[in-house]
């Protein structure tokens, strides 16, 4: 059974910083596509970033580049979220999800399993 259990959520005051983690389970890590998206109240999920499971690459949306990255820990299966230079409009509930391909994309229909998330509150 493919299991993410996301972690490091929290309130922080804007300009501050969080680190998020989703552990995996029940799969072969390194072989997949991690993504991480956040819904936002009243909003639709949306992508923030992605690792691709064969060339390493990554990809960003506009709204966090320069400010968040991702990495990941193949021998804990295990993928961050930096977040830095947190906005308000970064308060959010964090998902991560597993895409069972290779190459990373920001859509959320591209994924298969999903974690449960985690809450993110930026104060002004």
């Known amino acids: 059974e493919v299991q993410l259990v996301e972690s490091g959520g929290g309130s922080v005051q804007a300009g501050g910083f969080l680190r998020l983690s989703c552990a995996t389970s029940g799969l072969v890590f390194d072989d997949y596509a991690i993504g991480w998206f956040r819904q936002a109240p009243g909003k639709e999920r949306e992508g923030v970033s992605c690792?691709?499971?064969?060339?390493?690459?990554?990809r960003f949306a506009d709204s966090v580049k320069g400010r968040f990255t991702i990495s990941r820990d193949n021998t804990k299966n295990t993928v961050y979220l930096q977040m830095n230079s947190l906005k308000p409009e970064d308060t959010a509930v964090y998902y991560c999800a597993v895409r069972l391909y290779s190459l990373c994309v920001l859509g959320e229909v591209a994924y298969d399993y999903w974690g449960q998330g985690t809450h993110v509150t930026v104060s002004s």
């Open positions: 690792f691709s499971g064969n060339d390493g690459s990554s």
